[in-house]
């Protein structure tokens, strides 16, 4: 049974920034009610109300995973740590985007799946065998290597709206001795941060732990591995096996995970009812402080044009006389204007964040070395805005 517990209200699609066409013609938006809900038998979080993939991820779509350095490292790590523990023959990536992971390894033992026709150009001019299609059996069938012994993916399979389908494919083409690895935002840390801009269009699920064990126990998978990653606002990376596997025994970290989650209530739908509240104090709190600095003619800006923050700006009613310009610097998003609030983005420049009293976090996840790199503007007087755990002034 699926109970709604959070309503953020009319949303515009996350990645479809705006061009000034689209802003002089008054372009109609494609927006949709942005509801999520909790199964009380998966235990799995999910938004109510999908869009077709097809709609959002299509030969536009903006987001690269190598523009951050966060994710670049994390991802270098990741492909050594692969080659050490695993060592396999071959390797399929789901959603590998813009090469970020599997370019640290052989073109010809890596598969790449990536269904945006201008990322599967990246990942293809790079001399890596790329199915520009999305993950279903159809596609599984089509593939006819038989030595696919570890498929990975990150922040992907949250994307796609029957998750059924996603493991009985991976069950389809995984050797019997495979691994599965896949790493998704945890809804154990959106939790704990009030983190609720994890939700939208592209987000339909937030995994957690739990939910994981439910949904892979019905295709014999088990997971016997986690390792818990800073990314993305914290993250879990899941080591799944089939049960019949018995080179891995399961990780006692896997139970300790399993106790927080339910000493946390992710089980109970009481706790989804609280996080409601949390979110509607949080978005209470961001307008009275972007309010107060307003009323002393405060320069606001915004740094990250986020998917994440599109939710924050749309649900709070945030526009462009609030904050007058993002900085980001992703070459789809440069010269673009946000869904739904139509806030203009400007390419990264350190003299126009110098202009600004406060920048809002829209990366808020990528705090650390967006402080790191910014450390002379905090220095000479500059804040920064951020939403998570609580509304504050940094």
């Known amino acids: 049974m699926i109970k709604k517990f959070l309503d953020l209200g009319i949303q515009p699609l996350a990645n479809r920034y705006l061009t000034k066409k689209d802003i002089l013609k008054k372009t109609q938006e494609l927006f949709y009610h942005l509801e999520v809900g909790f199964n009380t038998r998966t235990k799995l979080v999910s938004i109510l109300n999908k869009i077709p993939s097809k709609i959002i991820f299509d030969d536009k779509y903006p987001y690269r995973s190598s523009m951050s350095q966060t994710m670049k490292i994390s991802f270098k790590k990741l492909a050594k740590d692969i080659v050490n523990i695993y060592n396999p023959?071959?390797?399929l990536?789901?959603?590998?985007?813009?090469?970020?992971?599997?370019?640290?390894?052989?073109?010809?033992?890596?598969?790449?799946?990536?269904?945006?026709?201008?990322l599967a150009k990246i990942t293809k001019r790079m001399g890596y065998k790329t199915y520009s299609?999305?993950?279903d059996i159809q596609l599984a069938k089509k593939i006819k290597s038989k030595n696919i012994d570890l498929i990975y993916s990150a922040n992907t399979l949250s994307h796609i709206n029957d998750i059924s389908s996603v493991f009985s494919s991976i069950v389809h083409v995984l050797t019997d001795d495979g691994i599965l690895i896949m790493e998704e935002p945890s809804f154990l840390e959106c939790l704990k941060k009030v983190a609720y801009d994890q939700f939208y269009n592209e987000h339909i699920h937030v995994f957690s732990l739990s939910s994981i064990i439910n949904l892979v126990?019905?295709?014999?998978?088990?997971?016997?591995?986690?390792e818990k990653l800073n990314t993305h606002g914290g993250s879990l990376r899941y080591h799944i096996k089939r049960v019949s596997n018995n080179k891995f025994e399961i990780d006692n970290k896997v139970k300790i995970q399993l106790e927080q989650e339910l000493m946390n209530g992710i089980d109970k739908y009481s706790t989804y009812i609280k996080f409601k509240n949390k979110v509607i104090n949080s978005k209470?709190?961001?307008?009275q402080i972007f309010l107060r600095l307003k009323k002393k003619n405060k320069k606001i800006i915004g740094y990250g044009a986020t998917a994440k923050s599109t939710t924050v700006l749309n649900f709070c009613n945030i526009k462009n006389e609030t904050l007058e310009y993002f900085l980001d610097?992703?070459?789809?998003?440069?010269?673009?204007?946000?869904?739904?609030t139509h806030i203009s983005i400007k390419g990264y420049n350190r003299s126009l964040l110098n202009e600004a009293d406060y920048a809002f976090l829209g990366a808020w996840n990528l705090k650390e070395e967006i402080f790191k790199k910014e450390r002379r503007y905090i220095k000479n007087g500059g804040k920064f805005i951020t939403h998570v755990p609580v509304p504050k002034i940094i």
Do not use: Q
């Open 89 to 91: 023959h071959m390797i």
């Open 93 to 118: 990536e789901i959603g590998s985007n813009d090469g970020a992971l599997i370019r640290n390894f052989s073109k010809k033992k890596a598969i790449c799946i990536e269904p945006c026709k201008n």
């Open 133 to 135: 299609n999305f993950w």
């Open 217 to 226: 126990k019905k295709f014999n998978l088990e997971v016997f591995n986690i």
């Open 284 to 287: 209470k709190k961001l307008k």
């Open 329 to 340: 610097t992703t070459p789809g998003k440069i010269g673009k204007y946000m869904p739904g």
